[in-house]
Structure formats: structure tokens, C-alpha cells
């Protein structure tokens, strides 16, 4: 079954402690992307990556950090927390053809106190 | 500035009441639109893209149409399954695969 998993889905941290959210997708895709979905706001990007050691700011990059060592995996580490960065956190996959969906993953809910 | 604007921000039908959804956006170039429908706590889930101006897609109860500076997403007959968030993004030239999602549009539907 083609899809993108993501883990933890849910996390209580405190600040200031560093955290890693995976991102893994079976779909042999080439563009993978980060969003923060927050009440109101609608989902924005942090990170994509077009191909693996390639990557580039989003729109809210502030605070966060990525690495593409490999194509199926695109984890997303969060150096120094803050409660700013309480949020809904996704992964994304998709060709690198524009115009093709994006595959999202579950969701992370990340809590930090 | 490049923006993709949803409305209504909610909106409550009646089982078998029809009714639209709207997309605005303002970016030049647009390579496609997408609407995806999101459930409480889950990941958007895709439903269509439309490229050009005059194409409609179909998927059961819901239609999209695309016009050169908005979409509709009719939805016909609705049934409490259809609630969810609707969301609206758009890609566009230069901008790679990169999405703008509109903030969406809650549905609910009663029996």
C-alpha cells in the first residue's frame, strides 16, 4: 500500500529539549515536504527537499531543521522546542512532475510545554 | 502576494441539501489546483486536481470546477460522511511543487 507514515503521532515535550519527527514514504518519490497546520492559518510549509541532499526553506522555517540522507526518508528535528511550536505537524511526498498530488502522513501532534 | 482564500469558513447543510464551496486565489501561472478533504486528527486526503481554466472532475457526490480566478466545489445530495474540512492549494510556475493551501471550509452535514 502506497503511503507516507510519520512518527511519533503525538508527543508532550518540554522546551528547550530536542526532538526528531520521521517521515518515511514508499512511493519512491523524489519531492518531500513539511507544513504546520494551525488553528485558522491553514497548512504551511517548513521544508521540502527535492531529491535526496537537496533541500530549502518554506515559509516558517524558523526553528526547525531537516536532512535528506535517504530518497524514502525525511526527518524533521526541532534543535531548541518553544511552545510556539506547539502545532500539527505533516509530511508530504509526491513526483516531482508539477502538478502531481501530494501524498500526506498522518499527522504528528507535538505538545510543547 | 500569492493567496489561495476559502469560503465559507463553515458551513451546515441538511442531509440532501446541495451546495458550493469556494477557492479564490491570486497567483500567476497556475499549474494546478487541488482540493483534498481532511478528517479530525488525519492527513488530507487528495480528491482533485484541475489545470486549466473550463475543466470539471467528478468523484460521487462532488463536483470541481475551475475558472481563471476561482474553483467551486459542488457537493449534491450531501450525506453525514461528507463532513469534513475541505481544503483548496495551488501550485504555480516557478514555484516547483510547492502548495499554498486556503485556510478550508468546514462541513457539516446533518441527518
Known amino acids: 500500500e502506497a503511503q507516507v507514515t510519520q512518527n511519533p503521532r503525538y508527543l508532550i515535550t518540554v522546551t528547550g529539549k530536542k526532538l526528531t519527527v520521521t517521515c518515511s514514504q514508499n512511493?519512491?518519490?523524489?519531492?518531500m515536504s513539511w507544513y504546520r497546520q494551525d488553528p485558522g492559518l491553514g497548512l504551511r510549509q517548513i521544508y521540502y527537499?527535492?531529491?535526496?541532499?537537496?533541500?530549502d526553506k518554506g515559509d516558517v522555517p524558523e526553528g526547525y531543521k531537516v536532512s535528506r540522507k535517504e530518497k524514502r526518508n525525511f526527518p524533521l528535528i526541532l534543535e531548541s522546542p518553544s511552545p510556539n511550536q506547539t502545532s500539527l505537524y505533516f509530511c508530504?511526498?509526491?513526483?516531482?512532475?508539477?502538478?502531481?498530488?501530494?501524498?500526506f502522513g498522518p499527522g504528528t501532534r507535538l505538545t510543547v510545554t | 502576494e500569492d493567496q489561495v482564500t476559502q469560503s465559507p469558513e463553515a458551513l451546515r447543510l441538511q442531509e440532501g441539501e446541495s451546495s458550493s464551496l469556494n477557492c479564490s486565489y491570486t497567483?500567476?501561472?497556475?499549474?494546478?489546483l487541488f482540493w483534498y478533504r481532511q478528517d479530525p486528527g488525519k492527513g488530507p486526503e487528495f480528491l482533485f486536481t484541475?489545470?486549466?481554466a473550463g475543466e470539471e472532475k467528478e468523484k460521487e457526490r462532488l463536483k470541481a470546477t475551475l475558472t481563471k480566478k476561482e474553483s467551486f466545489l459542488h457537493i449534491t445530495a450531501p450525506k453525514p460522511e461528507d463532513s469534513a474540512t475541505y481544503l483548496c492549494?495551488?501550485?504555480?510556475?516557478?514555484?516547483?511543487?510547492?502548495?499554498?493551501f486556503g485556510a478550508g471550509t468546514r462541513l457539516a452535514v446533518h441527518p
Open positions: 508530504a511526498s509526491s513526483s516531482p512532475i508539477q502538478g502531481s498530488e501530494q501524498y
Open positions: 512511493m519512491n518519490h523524489e519531492y
Open positions: 527537499s527535492m531529491n535526496v541532499e537537496v533541500t
Open positions: 497567483v500567476s501561472g497556475l499549474r494546478g
Open positions: 484541475l489545470y486549466s
Open positions: 492549494a495551488v501550485q504555480w510556475n516557478g514555484g516547483y511543487n510547492k502548495l499554498i
